[in-house]
C-alpha cells in the first residue's frame, strides 16, 4: 500500500513539473492564440494614433486601425488598454497588454526596459505657440533668455530639449492638457510636440500656431512596443510590419488619418 501511494505521488510530482515546464515554455503568442484575444496598449489622446472621437466615441488613428488589422492577421479579438508614456514601461513590461501600438518614439532609455519593432512613423519636433505670442515668431525664436519651454514629462521630448536648450527655461509638466494650458495662459511662451499632437492642436483650437524647425531638429522613429522575452510575438508582429508597408495597408491607412507625410515605408 505504502508503494502504490508513493508511486502515485512521484506520479503527481512529475506531471506538476512537466505541466510547470510546458506553462513556461508557452509564448505570448500562443497565449494570444490559445485565448483568442490580443491585448493592446493605447494612449487615447494621441490624435491621429489611437484617439477617442468624442463626437462618436470610438478610438481612431492610424496605429489603432493597424492593432485591427493585426488582430485580423491572427484571426483573434482585440481589447484595447489604456496607457499613457508615463506608464508605458510599466504596463508593457507587467503584462499589462501583450504590445503597446501607439507612435512611441524610440529613445536609448526606453530601449533599456522594451523590444521595439521595426518603425512606421518618423516625426520630427514642433512647437505649439499662441497666435498673440511675441516673443516666438520662428523657432530661432524659442532658444533665447526669457522664453519659457513646456514640455510633458514622460515624452521623448523632455530628454532631448533638456540637452537642447540653452538660453530658455525649459518646464515639464505632467499632463498633456496642462501643458496646453500653460502655453494658452500665458505662463509659457511654446510646448514642443510632434507631427500628429501638432496637427490635432491646429485642427481642433482657434488660438494655437505651429513653429517649424528650419531645418531637420530631431528626427525620431516611432515603433511599437513588446517585453524582450516576447521572441515568437515579435517575429510574427514583424512579419505583419512588412506584409503592411508591401501590400499598402500602412500608406492607405497613414493617407486616412493625414500622417501620409510621416509614414516610414522603408
Request: hydrophobic fraction near 40%; glycine fraction near 4%.
Amino acid at each position: 500500500m505504502k508503494t502504490m501511494k508513493k508511486v502515485f505521488f512521484y506520479i503527481l510530482v512529475y506531471l506538476t513539473v512537466f505541466s510547470n515546464i510546458l506553462m513556461a515554455k508557452e509564448s505570448t503568442l500562443d497565449k494570444i492564440i490559445k485565448n483568442n484575444e490580443i491585448k493592446v496598449c493605447i494612449w487615447p489622446q494621441y490624435y491621429g494614433i489611437s484617439y477617442i472621437d468624442p463626437r462618436i466615441q470610438r478610438i481612431v488613428g492610424i496605429d489603432s486601425d493597424l492593432a485591427k488589422e493585426l488582430a485580423k492577421d491572427l484571426n483573434v479579438k482585440l481589447t484595447f488598454v489604456k496607457s499613457s508614456f508615463p506608464s508605458l514601461i510599466k504596463d508593457v513590461t507587467s503584462n499589462k497588454c501583450d504590445i503597446a501600438m501607439f507612435a512611441i518614439g524610440n529613445t536609448e532609455k526606453r530601449r533599456e526596459k522594451m523590444r521595439f519593432t521595426t518603425a512606421h512613423l518618423q516625426s520630427d519636433i514642433y512647437a505649439i505657440t499662441t497666435k498673440t505670442n511675441k516673443k516666438v515668431k520662428t523657432w530661432n525664436d524659442i532658444d533665447k533668455n526669457g522664453v519659457i519651454v513646456a514640455v510633458a514629462q514622460g515624452t521623448y521630448h523632455e530628454p532631448i530639449m533638456k540637452e537642447k536648450l540653452k538660453n530658455a527655461e525649459l518646464i515639464v509638466i505632467k499632463g498633456f492638457k496642462q501643458r496646453e494650458d500653460e502655453v494658452q495662459a500665458g505662463r509659457a511662451d511654446v510646448f514642443m510636440t510632434d507631427y500628429p499632437y501638432a496637427k490635432k492642436m491646429l485642427e481642433k483650437t482657434d488660438w494655437a500656431k505651429l513653429i517649424s524647425p528650419e531645418n531637420n531638429y530631431y528626427l525620431t522613429s516611432y515603433a511599437w512596443t513588446l517585453k524582450y522575452s516576447d521572441d515568437k510575438l515579435y517575429n510574427r508582429v514583424e512579419r505583419f510590419i512588412k506584409d503592411i508597408k508591401r501590400d499598402g495597408r500602412l500608406l492607405n491607412l497613414a493617407k486616412k488619418n493625414g500622417l501620409e507625410s510621416i509614414v516610414k515605408l522603408k
